[in-house]
Each structure stands twice: as C-alpha cells, then as structure tokens.
C-alpha cells in the first residue's frame, strides 16, 4: 500500500470543509490536485472514501472508518515537524482553533493579533461552529485548541481569556436606552426576539432572575438578523457583549440587573497530549 501525507490532508480537508473546492482554498492548493489526491488514495485502497455530489460532501461508511487513522496519521506527522521546527527553543508550527461565530468576531481580533506578536512563527487558523461542533472537532483532532463557552470540566492548562456580560439589545430611541443597567421584567412591555444560537440558557436566567414568564415573539437564527431587527424598531433582544461588532449607532447595549455572565476559555484536547504550539498560545493567553 503506498499512501502519502499529501493524500490524507486532501481526504481530511474535504471533509472538514464540506467540499472540493473549499478544501483546496484551504490548503493553498488546486481543486484538481484535491481531486487527484483523493481519488488515488481511494483507487489505492480499493474503495470510494467521499460521497460526492452538488452539496456539501461527506464520508462513505469506509472513509468514516479511515478518517480517525488519517486524523492520527497527520498528527502524529504535524508533532514530529514540530518538534523539528522547536529544536532551538521557540515555538512554531500550525495551530487550528475553533470558537462560535459571535466569539469569532468579539473576541478573536485581538487575541490573533496578540499571538502574533508574541509567537510570530505560530501560524493559527480559525474554523466556526456551533458549540457541540467545537467539541466533536476538538475530540476527534480536527482542531487543535477552542474557546469553549463555560465549559463543565476543562483539561488541566485551559485559561479563562474572556468574562462576557449579557444584556439588552434595544433601539437607541428607546425609554430605557439611557439606562445604566436593565432587567429583564422592564422589557415586558416590549416586543421580544429570540435567537437560539447558544445564548438560549443565559436569556432564560434573565427572565428566572427578574421573576417574569420569558414570551418571546420572533425567533430568528442568525445574531445579525436580530440586530437588524432591533435597529428597524420591531423589538427588544437580551445578547451578551460579544456581540458588539454587529451592532450600530440606532442601537444600544444595556448591562443586564441582575448581572449575568459566561466565561470564554481556551481549551485543549483532553485525551491526547497537546501540540507544543499550541501549549504556548495557551500560555500566552493567561495574563489578558
């Protein structure tokens, strides 16, 4: 059997990324070379190993059995290379990181630039999803590191790099919107929007705390939508802070009363040794 690195990084990007095309846009390579590359390493093993079709594409029952050796395969083959690349003593190597949408855009900004300029030869790349996706990547090694929301037991050497508050979302002409603080039965007059894009158990608390019946009107799925929304005058939303590069001068964010918040923490795998890179972005998190 004659497998390569380069085939098994084509299968395993096609199927994190969900497609050809975004595999190859991933590693800097063809949408031909991913092809070729896949379609050898399936003649060589005798079988398909991707479905493939006009959404996103996924793995055959027989590459859902390979993907956990190839994942393995190229960790071991990435850890080797870091360990080259560490002999003089300064961390370098690829570290790939999962958070949700809104962390993505609240908080990884900063922390990127942040790490590249204490760990300049530490390459991170950003994957989003929701967070019981972060946790399957996490553990099966499709990401390296991940900024969990309040997770119940993080692995020993994960650090806290955000405290996110919680409050209300409401149009800047609003009676309350000069308020320093809110609470959620002060909103039940209003229209209410809903989203149930992690922020579901935060938004109920509000309610439990302020001793009133959580009525929402509109449920939408995306942050923006309801931003938007709110800006037009429809309604009011409870988001946490996190959410403040969607937001606009015809809005205005409120602190919640009583206060509610989440921690964001960087976490690494619990069941395998971490990637020396990603040890030192860890550790170059603790004092923010």
């Known amino acids: 059997m004659n497998i390569?690195?380069?085939?098994?990084?084509?299968?395993t990007a096609v199927l994190d990324t969900g497609g050809f095309a975004a595999a190859a846009q991933h590693l800097g390579i063809s949408q031909s070379g991913v092809s070729h590359a896949v379609a050898a390493m399936e003649r060589e093993l005798g079988g398909p190993l991707v479905v493939r079709g006009k959404g996103r594409s996924g793995a055959t029952p027989f590459g859902e059995r390979l993907l956990v050796h190839a994942r393995s395969a190229l960790a071991a083959a990435d850890a080797i290379q870091t360990v080259a690349e560490q002999r003089d003593g300064l961390p370098s190597g690829i570290v790939r990181l999962a958070a949700q949408p809104a962390v993505c855009r609240g908080l990884l900004p900063d922390l990127l630039t942040r790490w590249r300029q204490e760990l300049p030869r530490v390459t991170v790349t950003v994957f989003e999803a929701e967070e019981d996706e972060i946790a399957a990547w996490l553990e099966a090694g499709t990401v390296d590191l991940a900024v969990q929301v309040d997770p119940s037991a993080p692995p020993a050497g994960s650090v806290q790099v955000a405290e996110d508050v919680f409050g209300a979302l409401l149009p800047a002409d609003h009676p309350l919107a000069g308020e320093p603080s809110v609470a959620a039965d002060e909103l039940q007059d209003d229209t209410f929007l809903y989203t149930d894009s992690g922020c579901e158990r935060y938004v109920h608390e509000a309610h439990r705390k302020a001793g009133v019946q959580f009525r929402p009107t509109h449920r939408v799925s995306e942050l923006a939508t309801l931003v938007a929304m709110v800006r037009s005058g429809v309604g009011v939303t409870i988001l946490p802070?996190?959410?403040?590069?969607?937001?606009?001068?015809?809005?205005?964010?409120?602190?919640?009363?009583?206060r509610i918040t989440r921690s964001l923490v960087l976490v690494g795998p619990a069941g395998r040794p971490w990637l020396p890179a990603a040890a030192a972005a860890v550790q170059a998190s603790t004092s923010l």
Not at 242 to 248: I, V
Request: hydrophobic letters at 50%; a positive charge.
């Open 4 to 11: 390569n690195f380069a085939q098994l990084r084509a299968f």
């Open 241 to 258: 802070e996190m959410a403040r590069p969607l937001l606009t001068p015809e809005t205005v964010f409120v602190p919640l009363r009583p």
